[in-house]
C-alpha cells in the first residue's frame, strides 16, 4: 500500500499553534493518513514521541505505512479518541505537551467509494468511521421518526428545511445506497 500524498489543509499553522517543540509527547486524536503526525515528529525531533489515535482501521493501515520511517517515535493505538484519558493511562502516556484533534470526514473517507459518505457513486449507506460500529446510516435512516430525523438534520446540519427533508425521507423509505 502506498502511502497517499494528501497533505492537511493549514499543516504549518495547526503545528505552530501546537507550539510543538524537540523532545516533547504529542497526541494526534485524529490521525487519519498521518499529515499532521508527520509535521509533528519532524517538529519534535530530537527525542519527540506521538500517540497516534484513529478509530478508522482502514486510515491506521494507511498511516503505519507512511509513517514507518518513525517508528521508534510514534505509538499508533485504532481507538476512539472519545477514550482519551483511559488511553492515555493503558499506554502510559502521560504527562503531554499538546493534543490535536482535526474532527470531520477525510478525503480518505469521502473518496473510499464503498463507505457509504458521498454521492459521486451509488453505495451502501453506511457512513460508519469504523466497521465494528453496529449502527449504519441506513439503519438511522430508515427506523428514525420523522421528528426525530428533523431533530438530527436540524442540529447536525444546521438545516433550516429540517421538518421538510425529514418528511420527504419518510415518505422514500426504505433508503439504502447514497444515490
Not at 131 to 160: C, F, K, M, W, Y
Request: glycine share 8%; aromatic share 6%; hydrophobic share 40%.
Amino acid at each position: 500500500m502506498s502511502a497517499p500524498t494528501h497533505i492537511p489543509v493549514l499543516l504549518q499553522e495547526t503545528i505552530e499553534a501546537l507550539a510543538v517543540q524537540p523532545g516533547g509527547r504529542y497526541i494526534d486524536c485524529t490521525l487519519g493518513a498521518g499529515g499532521h503526525a508527520a509535521a509533528i515528529l519532524d517538529r519534535s525531533s530530537p527525542g519527540g514521541q506521538l500517540l497516534g489515535i484513529d478509530t478508522d482501521p482502514e486510515a491506521i493501515k494507511i498511516a503505519k505505512a507512511r509513517l514507518e520511517a518513525y517508528s521508534s517515535s510514534i505509538l499508533i493505538v485504532n481507538e476512539n479518541f472519545v477514550d482519551l484519558e483511559a488511553i492515555c493511562i493503558k499506554y502510559d502516556f502521560l504527562p503531554v505537551h499538546g493534543i490535536l484533534f482535526d474532527l470531520g470526514l477525510s478525503s480518505l473517507q469521502l473518496n473510499s467509494q464503498g463507505r457509504g459518505f458521498s454521492f459521486q457513486h451509488d453505495a451502501p449507506l453506511d457512513m460508519r468511521l469504523s466497521p465494528s460500529q453496529e449502527v449504519t446510516a441506513a439503519d438511522i435512516i430508515n427506523t428514525s421518526s420523522e421528528t426525530e430525523l428533523a431533530h438530527l438534520i436540524r442540529t447536525h446540519g444546521e438545516e433550516g428545511y429540517s421538518h421538510q427533508i425529514a418528511h420527504r425521507i419518510v415518505l422514500e423509505r426504505p433508503i439504502k445506497t447514497t444515490l
